[in-house]
């Protein structure tokens, strides 16, 4: 398993779950000196940085790119896949489409998560499900295109009302055949709607290809009352080999809660 970190520079997201949100060259810097092996950025839109600038800032600082995000479509447009509008449904496939082409560009997979949107009034949740699962379908051969998945996020109730937990998640990619996405699976959301987040692991298994490392409180692992060590031992069991990625509060601030992240998976951690 590698480790990633969050840098974020959509300026509507700076009290969010990111840990960093300095300046890009900033933000690689802080995340090489804290020992992490890649980082996941959160962009204000695909053509925000050159896909050059970040190469150059991967190889001069020897980390890669774990994922790519594209909540500032929501956060910046308020565009989902499931809205009723079919323009800005339109909308928000294209700003993945534009996503996934530029995180291929660095080897790295996009992820789905605020974009899904949710189901309600006159999209029933049949319809926000067909919906769902066509734009997943062309997003994850877009990806397929780079030689790269594409990640799906299962949300807390609070979020989404479309997937909360893994299985059901798994097992609708299963059913319509969407075999080039992945599943993101975030601590932060298991604890909410899990009942047992290690079992949940294993039972998702192979379509797990990202993990959000974070504890209950969405701070960083060790700071709420998560248990990390079963969660470890599920990842090991399925032979996950991705990243476990901290998409964290920067409590009490960012570089403690790197620090604490790195210490969390290193004093569990035994490599295969």
């Known amino acids: 398993m590698k480790t990633a970190v969050t840098l974020c520079r959509v300026p509507e997201s700076a009290a969010g779950p990111f840990v960093f949100h300095d300046e890009l060259e900033v933000g690689f810097a802080k995340a090489a000196a804290q020992g992490f092996d890649a980082v996941e950025l959160f962009l204000p839109a695909p ?6 600038t970040i190469r150059s800032l991967c190889e001069e600082f020897g980390l890669s790119v774990a994922a790519v995000g594209t909540g500032a479509g929501m956060v910046r447009h ?15 496939l294209d700003f993945i489409l534009r996503m996934v082409d530029f995180g291929g560009r660095l080897g790295a997979p996009a992820i789905l ?49 479309l997937f909360n937990r893994l299985v059901p998640a798994a097992e ?4 319509r055949g969407l075999s080039t996405v992945v599943l993101l699976a975030d601590l932060f959301h298991m604890n909410i709607e899990e009942s047992d987040i290690a079992a949940a692991l294993r039972d998702a298994g192979k379509r797990i290809g990202h993990v959000h490392w974070a504890d209950s409180n969405r701070q960083a692992m060790g700071h709420g009352h998560t ?8 990842l090991r069991d399925i032979s996950y080999e991705g990243y476990l990625s901290a998409e964290i509060f920067p409590l009490p601030d960012a570089d403690t809660a790197a620090r604490q992240t790195i210490k969390s998976i290193n004093t569990l951690y035994i490599p295969f």
């Open 47 to 52: 053509d925000a940085v050159p896909v050059e």
């Open 78 to 92: 308020g565009l989902s896949l499931t809205d009723a509008s079919p323009e800005k449904r339109r909308g928000a």
């Open 113 to 161: 998560g605020s974009m899904q949107g949710k189901w309600a009034g006159e999209i029933s949740r049949d319809h926000a499900l067909d919906l769902l699962a066509s734009a997943l379908g062309e997003v994850g051969a877009a990806a397929a295109q780079h030689g790269v998945p594409f990640i799906y996020e299962p949300l807390n109730r609070y979020e989404t009302n």
């Open 172 to 175: 609708f990619l299963d059913e």
């Open 227 to 234: 248990d990390p060590a079963p969660i470890l031992n599920a």
